[in-house]
C-alpha cells in the first residue's frame, strides 16, 4: 500500500477504510472483512458508537499493532475541555482496547477548540498518539490554529468529493505540511455519483468502476481516502486502484465536476453549529 508522510515523519496509507454509520453489530464483521481485503488504516470516532466493535475485530484479526494505523474522534466537548478530552480519549482508548492511537482527530471545529488541541498536544507528547489532527477545519480556522499553537495539525479530514474537490484547501494545506484526508469520498452517493457520465466513461477507458476512478482520482492528487462500504466485494473493488493512472485529460474532466460546495452541510451556518454543538455524547 502507498503511504504518505505526515509533518512529523509517520507513515499512513493513503487508502484505507470507513465505519461511520455502520450499526455496531455490522461493524466487527465489516472491519474484519476489510482487513482480509488489505486494508490497513481504519478510521472511527467516539461519535460514530462502535469503536469496541473496530477494536474487537483488530484484536481477532492478529494482524500485529504496528502493521495498523487507526484513527479515532474527539467529540465536541464541554465543561474543562482540557480534562475532559483526557478523558475521551482515554474511553475511546479503552472501547478500542488499544495502548495507543496512531491518528487522534478533533472531529469539529467547535467548543474549547483550543483547549481540547492543548490536552490533544499533551496525549501526543505522552506518546500515547503518534499523531494528531482535526476535521472540518476551513482554511480560516485552521490557520489561527496553526499560527497560535505548538503542534501544527498533521491531518485534516475534510468533505472532498468530485463535486466538492477543496483544491485551494489542499494547496493552502501542503504550504503548511497538514495532511488533507477526504470523508465522504463517494458523496455518499448523491448525485447519482455511480453512474455519472463523466466518470462512467473515463471508468471505461480503464476498465474500472466510478468506484475506482473516483478513488484513484483522490489518491492520485495525494489525497488520503477513507471509503466505507459494509460488502466485501465493494471492499476488494476499493482497494484496487493502484493498477492505473488517469491522464491529464481524464483528471482535468473530472475538475469540471466542481461546484465548489458542500452537499452535506456548511460548518458556517449557526443553524449547524448549534446542531453540532448540542450533541453530546457520554464518556
Ligand atoms: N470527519 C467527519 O466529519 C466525517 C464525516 C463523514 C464521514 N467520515 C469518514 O469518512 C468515511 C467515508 O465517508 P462516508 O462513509 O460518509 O461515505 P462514502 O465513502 O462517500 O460513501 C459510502 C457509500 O458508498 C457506497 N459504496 C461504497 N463502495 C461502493 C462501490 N464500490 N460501488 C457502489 N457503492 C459503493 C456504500 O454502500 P455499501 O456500504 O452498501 O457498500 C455507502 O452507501 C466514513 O466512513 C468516515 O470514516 C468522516
Redo the contacts with the bound molecule.
Sequence with gaps: MQTVTLNNGVEMPILG??????PGEQTER?VADALAAGYRLL???AA?GNEEAVGQAVRSSGIPREELFV?T?LWVQDGPAQENTKRAFETSLAKLGLEYLDLY?M??PFGDVYAQWRAMEDLHRQGLTRAIGV??FYPDRLLDLIINNEVTPAVN???T?PFFQRTADQELMREHGVQIQ????????KND??THPVLSGIGKTHGK????VVLRWLTQRDVV???????P???A??IDVFDFALTDDQMAAIATLDTGTSL?FDHHDPAMVNWLSARRLES
Design positions: 477504510f470507513g465505519v461511520f454509520q455502520i465489516a478510521d472511527t470516532a460514530y484513527t474522534k482527530l472531529h469539529q476535521a472540518n479530514q475534510i468533505e468529493h477526504s470523508w465522504g469520498g463517494f458523496a455518499e452517493g455519483i455511480f468502476s466510478v468506484a475506482q481516502a477513507i471509503p466505507k462500504s459494509v460488502r466485494e465493494r471492499m473493488e476499493n452535506f
